[in-house]
């Protein structure tokens, strides 16, 4: 159960501003103390200062952004017109504002690097490129991945995101302010897969030219035992086709076709992306960024479109259609992934 609104605001939100300030003031200690511990780690493992520094930059960034959203908020009239367009438009250029300081982090802390395989435009495409809505369908990988995403549609494809999240993300009050006034959605715990596909359906209905609905299809992050409940829940419900395309994969859970289809549906106009990514798959876990973490981190990607008078009407059609682009995108990870390179 997620406290209510004015709590978020009223203490979320001032608690870290208080946490910034005190991480500024306190940098050093926690450089040394991290160090000092990171020593009884063999050399690739010493990678916490890294970590104390991004964490700084992070809430230094939360802070600014909260801040800005306070003074959007008091210039509309004291949250009276933040309904209107222009101010939707300054709130998603904030985000890119954050995203692309969060991203220019990551590149000096982490060494990040995203290598991006653009596939040349088919006929028509340049022209129809900010004239049709898109809906993205992307794997579930990695920290950040949903950063990475949202950064390069806003900055580099000239994007608008519309993205469905868990509720619990409202716990983080810059996304809380920043995503609950630009059009989005926010899923509690336990509403279940229609209470999602309802959220998505909505979010797609009402999508122009240049918006971008991010979804993804897994649910959730890669895991062993997750592609073996997944195919076990496939072959309870009958779904043999589903589930022997299921046993297939290697890198990715088998996709819920329910939210792409219901997107697709509400918004038949609408092109669609799948988007491949790899090189932070093997971290999931606090523990994975402590001794996992790379000198260098660089993530590949790709993407490929297919206009909206190419995606099947058909049910059983978009089921099979879903899962081979599904099986493309494990394809590509298999042929591009990299262990994370050892720190020296």
Same mark, same amino acid.
């Given at each position: 159960m997620l406290p209510p609104r004015i709590v978020r605001r009223l203490v979320l939100a001032p608690l870290v501003v208080v946490l910034a300030v005190a991480a500024l003031v306190t940098l050093p200690v926690w450089l040394l103390v991290v160090a000092a511990a990171s020593l009884r780690l063999p050399p690739p493992q010493r990678r916490g200062t890294r970590l104390v520094w991004f964490a700084v930059a992070w809430l230094t960034l939360e802070t600014m952004a909260l801040l800005a959203c306070f003074g959007i908020w008091v210039v509309s009239g004291f949250g009276g017109r933040l309904s209107r367009d222009e101010y939707e438009d300054r709130h998603y250029a904030l985000i890119k504002w954050f995203l692309g300081r969060v991203y220019g982090a990551a590149e000096r802390i982490f060494g990040l690097r995203v290598l991006m395989e653009v596939p040349p435009p088919t006929p028509g495409e340049l022209s129809r490129r900010l004239t049709r809505p898109v809906i993205v369908l992307a794997r579930h990988a990695g920290p950040g991945d949903s950063v990475l995403l949202v950064h390069h549609l806003l900055s580099v494809y000239g994007r608008r995101p519309r993205i469905v999240m868990k509720a619990a993300l409202r716990l983080d009050p810059s996304l809380d302010v920043l995503t609950g006034r630009v059009p989005s959605a926010f899923v509690p715990r336990g509403s279940g897969a229609g209470g999602v596909v309802a959220e998505i359906r909505r979010l797609a209905a009402g999508m122009d030219p240049d918006d971008a609905l991010v979804i993804f299809? @897994?649910?959730? &992050?890669? %895991?062993? +035992? =997750?592609?073996? +409940?997944?195919?076990?829940?496939? @072959? &309870?419900?009958? !779904?043999? @086709? @589903?589930?022997?395309?299921? =046993? =297939? !994969? %290697?890198? !990715?859970l088998p996709p819920h076709p329910g939210g792409a289809f219901a997107a697709i549906d509400a918004c038949p106009a609408a092109d669609v992306v799948f988007v491949a990514h790899t090189g932070l798959d093997d971290l999931v876990t606090l523990g994975d960024l402590w001794t996992k973490l790379p000198t260098h981190a660089e993530v590949r990607a790709t993407w490929w479109r297919v206009d909206a008078d190419d995606v099947p009407r058909d049910r059983e059609e978009q089921v099979r259609w879903l899962y081979d682009n599904w099986a493309r995108i494990d394809a590509w990870i298999t042929a591009n992934h990299r262990a994370p390179a050892a720190e020296s």
């Open positions: 299809p @897994e649910g959730g &992050n890669f %895991t062993p +035992r =997750r592609r073996a +409940r997944a195919i076990r829940r496939l @072959e &309870n419900k009958g !779904l043999a @086709e @589903e589930a022997a395309g299921a =046993r =297939r !994969l %290697t890198h !990715l």
